[in-house]
Every structure is written in C-alpha cells, then in structure tokens.
C-alpha cells in the first residue's frame, strides 16, 4: 500500500489552509542514530513513545519552520503567515478516557475548543490568499511548498505501507535548513508518529484494559449511559450532526471521569500507556535515538533562526 502526505499531525504541521491547500503534514520523529554502545554497556533509557509532543521545545522547532517556511515561499513568490501550534485536543490529551474532573467541568469533550479551532481555520489568513490566487498561481504555489511531484523521500511504515513525499519544495528546504539530514528525518518521524498510533491500539487491546472496560462500561450504565467505549461516548457528544446541548455533554464527560477512576480504568490505562510505550521505544530503538539526535541537535539551530528578526 502506498499513501501520499495529507495536511494533519501533532506535531509540526505545515497547514493546508495556509499557502497550500494540501500542503505536506509531518510531525517530529526521528530515525536510526550513528554507533551503538559499547560491549557489555547498558544502552540509555529512551522516553517512551506518547509521550507528550506540544513542548517547550516542540513549539519552538515548529516556530523555526514555520519562520523558514515563510522565507522560503516569499522567494517564490508567495506570502505565507507562520502559524502557531495548536493546543493538544481532548483526544491527545485523553487518548483513553476523560479523567480530569476539572476539565471535564469546563470543557465536557472539549466541543467549544473544537469550534474555535474550526473558526480559526476558516479564518485563516493564508486560506484567504491562497484562495484568491488564479488557477495557473495556485499551482505554482502548491508547486513551491510541496515540490512537483511527491517523490525523493520514501519509508516503509512500523505497521505495514509505504509513505511517499518530495525532497523538493519549501517544506523540505526548511526541514533540510533545520534538521540537517532530510532523509533520516523523514524516514525517522514519520516512523515514530506511526508508533503512537500502534501504541493505542496495543494499550487497548491489553487483557488488563479490557478487564477495567468492562467495569466502566457497568459503570456508565448504571448512571443511565450505554456504551461499549470511552470513544463511543465521545463520539456521541460530538457527533456534527447532532451533538449533546453543552450541559448534557458536560454531565455525560463527569461520568465518565467517575467511572474512570471507580473501575480503575484511568490508572490501568496509564500504567499500560507506559509499559507499552516503553517496549515500542525499544523494539524501535534506533528510529526514536534518531529523532532524539535530530531533534537535540536542531534546537540551538531552531533559535538562531527565531532570534534573527521579528516573525511576521
């Protein structure tokens, strides 16, 4: 299976809406480091894959690139507005079950967050140009950020497939500026971004999680609330046709939040998202050093860049 780049991702995202309205979407991860220890040496402990990805220092490499990427379309041409990155949504921030009270009391599911997103979307000033642009412009724009064709760049994913993406354009000019290798950066994130996919899936499918499930799932339906997952009950407050009113959908997340911490649902998947995160991060070893060593060495880069002028 072969897949082509669509705008999305955690991580750092060059925005379709902005300049591109398929621009590539890549998030950070990193492949195979140089050199292994030494014979009988332990290897360092790596950070687990889920770990958090809206940091200090995601932002600011996200920033440089953005920066970048707006430097590099304004010598084709082209004006582009650096985006910042957006906070965790309530499915990174819970990727099993709600279990902050005091969130859930104020956002529910987090639906009024969703639609400022969508506003800010829709708002966007580089929708706005890139829109406005002629026919025979637009191309050239996608052209410029994204490279003629969506080749130069391959891996094959953890899961199975292949992804495809050009070494050409302002998207990989900028991360090449950043990163340094544009292959083993590629290869390496779009790798380990895979990973934290595999990772909820292996958390879910644990006997442990599926024990606790089975007492939320008694749980919720005790309070009056029918369904087989945390996911479900999310998908039916947020549902785009028909969401819960704000209180309803508000009630509905505090009782998961009760269920989660009375069938110990919350603390196992906790647990699990660790365990496994930390065996992904071993069997995948040398894809999460890479990223580790790109990222470390692109920082102090990544503040030059910042530090060279006021971004637009």
Known sequence: MTRTSRAHRRSLLVSAAAVTATAIALSAAVMSGSGGPAPGERPPPLRPIGASSNTADDRLLHDAEQRLLRDCMGRH????????????????????????????????????????????????PNRAYFSALPAHRKSAALVAANGPSPTGLT?????????????????????????????????????????????????????????????????????????????????????????????????????????????????????????HGRLLAEEYRADVETWDRLRAAALPRARRILDAGPQA
């Open 77 to 124: 041409g082209f004006t582009y507005r650096p985006f910042h990155l957006a906070d965790e949504s309530e499915s990174t921030l819970f990727p099993y079950v709600v279990d902050d009270a005091a969130w859930a009391r104020e956002h529910g599911y987090g639906s009024e967050l969703g639609r400022r997103q969508a506003a800010l979307a829709k708002s966007d």
């Open 155 to 275: 891996v094959r994913l953890p899961g199975g497939g292949t992804l495809r993406r050009s070494d050409r354009g302002c998207v990989a000019e900028a991360q090449h500026r950043l990163y340094g290798d544009l292959g083993a950066w590629f290869r390496s994130s779009t790798r380990v971004n895979t990973l934290e996919q595999i990772l909820r899936s292996r958390v879910v499918a644990d006997a442990a999680y599926t024990k606790d499930l089975g007492v939320w799932q008694r749980c919720m339906g005790r309070a009056g609330h029918a369904f087989p997952t945390p996911a479900a009950a999310r998908a039916t407050a947020l549902a785009p046709a028909h969401p819960l009113p704000h209180d309803r959908e508000i009630g509905l997340a505090l009782t998961e939040v009760r269920c989660a911490g009375q069938s110990g649902l919350s603390a196992t998947a906790r647990r699990l998202d660790s365990h």
